[in-house]
C-alpha cells in the first residue's frame, strides 16, 4: 500500500503561479511511478504529468508542456508540480497517483485531490 497526501492547492488568478506537492508514504521504491491527473467539473479525469522515482523520467500531457513542471524529492518522498501561465481551463481537482507503470494511464494508488482554481 501506499498513502498519498497532496497540497498547495488554491485559487490564482489567470498567469499566474501554483505548486502542488505530493508526499507518499508505505511502500514506496524506486520503481514505482508518480504522477498527477486532474478531474474539472462534468469531465473525465486526464492525465497531466508523470515521473519515475529512479532516473527522473518525465511524461507530460500535451496541454500542460512547457507550462508545468514534476519533479521529485527521493529522500523526502515527495513529489511536485509546479504550474506556471495558468489558464481558466486547468481550474480542476489535481489528484496524486503512484504505481509500478509509466506511462499516461493511472496507476493504483490515489490521493485525496487538492483543488486549483485559475480566475480569469
Known amino acids: 500500500q501506499v498513502q498519498l497526501v497532496e497540497s498547495g492547492g488554491g485559487l490564482v488568478q489567470t498567469g499566474g503561479s501554483l505548486r502542488l506537492s505530493c508526499a507518499a508514504s508505505?511502500?514506496?521504491?524506486?520503481?514505482?511511478?508518480m504522477g498527477w491527473f486532474r478531474q474539472a467539473p462534468e469531465k473525465e479525469r486526464e492525465f497531466v504529468a508523470a515521473?519515475?522515482?529512479?532516473?527522473?523520467?518525465?511524461l507530460y500531457a500535451d496541454s500542460v508542456k512547457g507550462r508545468f513542471t514534476i519533479s521529485r524529492d527521493n529522500a523526502k518522498n515527495t513529489v511536485y508540480l509546479q504550474m506556471n501561465s495558468l489558464k481558466p481551463e486547468d481550474t480542476a481537482v489535481y489528484y496524486c497517483?503512484?504505481?509500478?507503470?509509466?506511462?499516461?494511464?493511472?496507476?493504483?494508488?490515489w490521493g485525496q485531490g487538492t483543488q486549483v482554481t485559475v480566475s480569469s
Open positions: 497517483n503512484s504505481g509500478p507503470t509509466y506511462g499516461r494511464r493511472p496507476n493504483p494508488y
Open positions: 508505505g511502500r514506496t521504491s524506486s520503481g514505482h511511478v
Open positions: 515521473i519515475m522515482w529512479s532516473g527522473g523520467f518525465t
